[in-house]
């Protein structure tokens, strides 16, 4: 990685009146943060191209120390800039250039204790962090709670996951951000007594769209939510008591001086700026050196079909020989293989893997008493002196990574689980995908193995819920615009049975087309993807589309929104060095006929894969004009890629 930062600095004269307004600005000038002291309470805005995007929205901190919400007085403020470039090659954009400017602003309060708040704005993206320094002899504190909040215009409307009920759902194990969401909702709808999950996304008629998130959130702070509309306000709100089976605290503990995570805002006048921000990963930094170069790729994984029977020795094979007849790189070997295959018969399931040129992921349980979760290996992951007893086999037998699943919530005792994991794993040589988890928060430059996370309503739930496939199209469509944008999305997809179960003859009827599938492999983007194909799939799909999953690669040298609506449709490009991927899916009820814009192919004669008005999905060769312009029709439920 390469790394280049710039600092110049000046203080702005601590002698001013506390109406008196600091601000800075992008690079380019069109996104700008005032903050100022208004009534002894610190308060921020947002202007963009001239526009409110943010009117004046409350900054602060609460701790068992000191109260940072309330009589403040200004002290000082410095700006800098900030340059920096770093590769990335599990994100959207594998080399990445961060310029942004900064704002330091120094407060203290009633009792005369400091503290900070920094802002760095990008070109539309702003991220904002609490500095804490020691008071005298105090050297730690905990944060109960934070006043950050957001205020936008009233006729904003809202696109919002809401928060899962803490000790809910299946064996007590939510939240796992695996809810739906409401489409262009007015922000008075917004009521959830849980709050919503970030990232959460606004949009302000045909001023703005707005992508609200966190990041660089590690073992030493909570994660953290919005409220529910209120007050004409939403806030930052930490974890319910409730989660963990009510164990541990819902503030963050930290030694000081301490930072927070940093709050992220990212505007753009369309969708673009959301589809292609960085800024998750532009303001945090690797917090250890991986232990070896960690292999990107796709894998099969025999749950998601044919569920838990098919934790046996000869099914795993089965899908070991599906992984080699499609060059996947992967096989993840789901839950119950401890007690249904073995300890030494997995090391046998693994060397024959290995001598079709595929390695092995397995699943785990983190869970020893947070929830109710009971498949196994159980009392594994959630102890160090477990973890790295079965770190050490894992190694020795030549496993790759794990999958960790059923974690108990967003509490700072679950954010350390998840990083000492992550460490344990890399002195391992093990990569991480996390399960029925916590969005991830600039992990993927974080930590250099971890590889993943669901934290989305996946396609598990495709096999289990009617509703769900009635709505498979919907949440693709907003996927690229909201959770996929802030980080990697382990959804588990590509699924080519018509019917989703192990007969494939009757049962969950998939609606989507097979179009609409090969499209989601390129639209939802993670580093390493298990594909949900079935050894059947090999004779009864047809060939032009295991070829072309035989290529699809999975990591991404650039991203770039095209068009697209969120709910209604969507359509990406992405470059794998120096080949092009567009996909698009359509979400409504009738065809939708497109003139894309397409600069990338201009002039190119190249591969389409779409579907005729009969559902049945094809391939054939169409030219992009000079101008890169390329019309071109997705059927409701279907989808298409092209490619050169």
């Known amino acids: 990685m390469k790394k280049l930062i710039i600092l110049c600095c000046f203080i702005i004269s601590s002698a001013v009146s506390s109406q008196n307004t600091m601000s800075v600005s992008s690079p380019d000038g069109n996104l700008v943060v005032n903050v100022l002291v208004k009534n002894g309470k610190l308060v921020y805005s947002v202007i963009y191209k001239g526009g409110i995007v943010l009117e004046d929205s409350p900054l602060g901190l609460i701790t068992n120390a000191g109260d940072f919400s309330t009589n403040m007085i200004f002290e000082n403020s410095s700006v800098a800039k900030v340059q920096e470039e770093y590769t990335q090659t599990k994100i959207k954009q594998s080399k990445v250039s961060y310029n942004a400017n900064t704002l330091n602003c120094s407060f203290t309060n009633a009792q005369k204790q400091k503290t900070a708040i920094l802002f760095q704005v990008s070109n539309n993206n702003i991220a904002f962090r609490y500095e804490l320094p020691a008071w005298g002899d105090t050297k730690a504190c905990v944060v109960t709670e934070e006043t950050t909040g957001y205020k936008f215009p009233s006729t904003t409307t809202t696109f919002l996951s809401p928060m899962m009920s803490a000790m809910t759902g299946f064996a007590r194990t939510a939240p796992s951000y695996e809810s739906g969401y409401e489409a262009d909702a007015p922000l008075d709808k917004n009521t959830s007594s849980d709050g919503y999950v970030f990232p959460g996304l606004f949009h302000l008629g045909n001023k703005a769209w707005v992508l609200l998130s966190e990041t660089g959130v590690s073992s030493l702070y909570t994660a953290s939510h919005l409220s529910g509309y209120k007050d004409g306000l939403y806030t930052v709100e930490y974890p319910n008591p409730k989660q963990n089976n009510g164990f541990g605290s819902s503030g963050a503990q930290i030694s000081l001086p301490g930072v927070t995570p940093w709050r992220t805002i990212t505007v753009g006048e369309t969708l673009k700026p959301i589809v292609e921000t960085t800024i998750p990963f532009d303001v945090v930094k690797p917090l250890y050196k991986p232990s070896q170069d960690y292999k990107m790729g796709r894998g099969s994984w025999s749950w998601i079909v044919w569920q838990d029977n098919s934790m046996n020795y000869e099914d795993q094979v089965k899908y070991i020989d599906l992984a080699a007849a499609m060059n996947f790189e992967y096989i993840l070997i789901d839950a119950w293989w401890d007690e249904r295959i073995g300890y030494e018969k997995m090391k046998e399931l693994i060397k024959y893997a290995k001598s079709k040129n595929v390695e092995v992921f397995l699943w785990y349980n983190s869970n020893g008493a947070v929830n109710d979760a009971f498949m196994t290996p159980l009392n594994k992951m959630n102890t160090a002196i477990a973890r790295k007893n079965e770190m050490k086999w894992l190694k020795e037998a030549g496993v790759k990574g794990l999958k960790v699943d059923f974690f108990g919530g967003d509490k700072q005792e679950t954010?350390?689980?998840?990083?000492?994991?992550?460490?344990?794993?890399?002195?391992?040589?093990?990569?991480?995908?996390?399960?029925?988890?916590?969005?991830?928060?600039?992990?993927?430059?974080?930590?250099?193995?971890?590889?993943?996370?669901?934290?989305?309503?996946?396609?598990?739930?495709?096999?289990?819920?009617?509703?769900?496939?009635?709505?498979?199209?919907?949440?693709?469509?907003?996927?690229?615009?909201?959770?996929?944008?802030?980080?990697?999305?382990?959804?588990?997809?590509?699924?080519?049975?018509?019917?989703?179960?192990?007969?494939?003859?009757?049962?969950?009827?998939?609606?989507?087309?097979?179009?609409?599938?090969?499209?989601?492999?390129?639209?939802?983007?993670?580093?390493?993807?298990?594909?949900?194909?079935?050894?059947?799939?090999?004779?009864?799909?047809?060939?032009?589309?295991?070829?072309?999953?035989?290529?699809?690669?999975?990591?991404?040298?650039?991203?770039?929104?095209?068009?697209?609506?969120?709910?209604?449709?969507?359509?990406?490009?992405?470059?794998?060095?120096?080949?092009?991927?567009?996909?698009?899916?359509?979400?409504?009820?009738?065809?939708?006929?497109?003139?894309?814009?397409?600069?990338?192919?201009?002039?190119?004669?190249?591969?389409?894969?779409?579907?005729?008005?009969?559902?049945?999905?094809?391939?054939?060769?169409?030219?992009?004009?000079?101008?890169?312009?390329?019309?071109?029709?997705?059927?409701?439920?279907?989808?298409?890629?092209?490619?050169?």
Do not use: C
């Not at 959804?491 to 179009?515: E, I, M, P, S």
């Open 415 to 644: 954010m350390k689980l998840y990083e000492d994991i992550l460490s344990d794993a890399n002195d391992y040589g093990l990569m991480i995908i996390f399960h029925g988890a916590t969005l991830p928060r600039g992990w993927e430059k974080m930590y250099p193995n971890y590889v993943g996370s669901e934290a989305v309503l996946a396609s598990e739930m495709l096999i289990f819920s009617q509703d769900v496939r009635d709505k498979e199209s919907y949440f693709a469509a907003l996927h690229p615009f909201i959770r996929n944008a802030v980080g990697s999305m382990e959804f588990g997809g590509v699924l080519l049975n018509k019917y989703l179960n192990k007969g494939n003859a009757k049962g969950q009827l998939r609606l989507t087309t097979d179009a609409f599938q090969l499209a989601t492999s390129v639209l939802f983007q993670n580093p390493i993807q298990m594909f949900g194909l079935t050894p059947n799939n090999l004779t009864d799909v047809p060939a032009f589309e295991l070829d072309f999953l035989k290529k699809i690669p999975t990591t991404w040298d650039e991203t770039v929104f095209i068009d697209g609506y969120p709910g209604k449709y969507s359509v990406i490009a992405r470059r794998h060095e120096q080949k092009w991927y567009v996909a698009g899916v359509n979400a409504e009820k009738v065809a939708k006929k497109l003139k894309l814009n397409l600069p990338m192919l201009a002039g190119q004669t190249i591969t389409m894969y779409n579907d005729k008005d009969t559902k049945e999905t094809y391939t054939t060769s169409v030219k992009v004009s000079k101008n890169g312009e390329l019309s071109i029709t997705i059927q409701p439920n279907g989808g298409f890629v092209l490619t050169n």
